[in-house]
């Protein structure tokens, strides 16, 4: 069952824009991950962060938790056309393999 | 990162008949693999969990006999569509885990004519 709510459910930004899409969860988790699915393909998993992290970097992605208010956040720097994608959040109980994705937040790049 | 091969990646089948949907870990062994539902514009629907050498386990509403599971190795899964209906048209994506982390297919658009 979805656990997730993203939002916005849709951005559209100028290339070089910064784009941040939210995530909010119920219960407690493991871990929390982000994903993005290109249209018509699978999931690409981008970044995990733990119940005990704030935050973490990989290139431009910048992923914030706040275990206290249930959220999430993904920052997509300086995006380009390729980024055009839809991206999901994905939280994982303890002890458990099961991932429960967010509805997703669909984010177009324009050149 | 894991690669994970799903074929085929699109299948067209008549009402009435079964469809085979493989999903592979190639470069890994997957205890554990998930089946998903994804309609359009939504987010993915968990069906089942696949694990190796045991039956796997349907979420809630999955209709284990129209969805047959097969974890027969650590490398693959495969999901059998039993007489497909046109509600059943929809995008399967399949997943290995690698604890925490998930690898995915690359889906396959399944068609009921």
């Known amino acids: 069952s979805q656990q997730g709510e993203e939002d916005p459910q849709a951005l559209s930004i100028q290339e070089g824009e910064n784009a941040t899409m939210n995530c909010s969860y119920k219960?407690?988790?493991?871990?929390l991950q982000w994903y993005r699915q290109n249209s018509g393909r699978g999931l690409v998993h981008l970044i995990l962060?733990?119940?005990?992290?704030r935050e973490k970097h990989s290139g431009r992605l910048r992923v914030t938790l706040d275990t206290s208010k249930k959220s999430s956040s993904l920052l997509i720097t300086a995006s380009r056309a390729a980024d055009t994608a839809s991206y999901f959040c994905?939280?994982?109980?303890?002890?458990?393999?099961?991932?429960?994705f967010g509805a997703g937040t669909t984010v177009t790049v324009r050149a | 990162g894991a690669v994970v091969s799903q074929h085929p990646s699109w299948v067209i089948c008549k009402s009435g008949t079964s469809v085979k949907i493989e999903c592979r870990s190639l470069?890994?062994?997957?205890?554990?693999m998930f089946w998903y539902r994804q309609f359009p514009k939504q987010s993915l629907m968990l069906m089942a969990t696949?694990?190796?050498?045991?039956?796997?386990?349907?979420e809630q509403g999955v209709e284990k006999d129209k969805f047959l599971i097969n974890h027969a190795s650590l490398t693959l899964s495969t999901l059998t569509v039993t007489s497909a209906h046109p509600e059943d048209s929809s995008f399967y994506i399949c997943?290995?885990?690698?604890?925490?982390?998930?690898?995915f297919g690359q889906g396959t658009r399944l068609t009921v004519v």
């Open positions: 962060i733990r119940s005990n992290e």
């Open positions: 994905a939280t994982q109980l303890i002890n458990d393999y099961k991932l429960s």
């Open positions: 219960t407690s988790i493991n871990n």
């Open positions: 696949s694990n190796e050498g045991s039956k796997a386990t349907y």
């Open positions: 470069d890994f062994q997957a205890t554990t």
């Open positions: 997943s290995a885990s690698r604890f925490p982390e998930a690898f």
